[in-house]
């Protein structure tokens, strides 16, 4: 990347839902000559559109977006993957002499991209332990609420929570 390029702003809208983020970017994109980069943890999955009010192409004014449908819902995507592609992606629009339009509202996934965050390696084995641990909630003989599922998923879990959602009613 040029010293000029590495000059150019990154733009970052956050907050919460239904607060205008979207129209805004757009705005701010056809403005400043920029490319919008998804900061949605879960937008970038394929087929995640309605419950995450992902714009549909035909209503992005022909401005490229990045990172939105890269990924199928069966497809792990960690907050250090997804600060990898969009610091990836923010380069490219960089070197084109754009400006990049973060948009999402996640916090965490923008401060990634942003900040100075590190993010150690995971171990599998204690991964698939952890994940294996049946929650206490789940150790009762009847928990209701969860019909079809063997385990509950651990609270806090929501990428998790939804993608097996989507996935079973698929």
């Known amino acids: 990347m040029s010293p000029s390029a590495s ?3 990154v733009v970052a809208i956050v907050g919460p839902t239904a607060s205008g983020k979207t129209a805004l970017s757009l705005d701010l994109a056809e403005t400043l000559g920029g490319e ?7 937008q970038v999955y394929r087929g995640m559109d309605i ?8 209503e992005r004014r022909g401005i490229p977006h990045h990172l939105l ?3 199928s819902v069966r497809e ?12 990836a992606a923010i380069g490219e629009i960089r ?3 754009r400006i990049p339009v973060l948009v999402g509202g996640s916090a965490l996934y923008t401060r990634a991209i942003l900040d100075r965050f ?9 991964r698939a332990r952890l994940e294996a641990e049946p929650t206490p909630s789940a150790r ?5 609420g969860w019909p079809g599922w063997t385990r509950r998923p651990r609270s806090g879990s929501s990428r998790r929570t939804a993608v097996a959602s989507y996935a079973r009613w698929r």
């Open 7 to 9: 000059a150019l702003p």
């Open 36 to 42: 919008i980069v998804n900061t949605d943890a879960m």
């Open 51 to 58: 419950g995450t009010a992902k714009l549909p192409a035909a």
């Open 69 to 71: 449908d890269t990924r």
């Open 76 to 87: 792990v995507a960690t907050v250090a993957d997804f600060q990898a592609w969009a610091r």
């Open 95 to 97: 070197g084109r002499g």
């Open 118 to 126: 590190e993010f150690p390696g995971t171990d599998a084995e204690v």
């Open 140 to 144: 009762r003989p009847s928990t209701g």
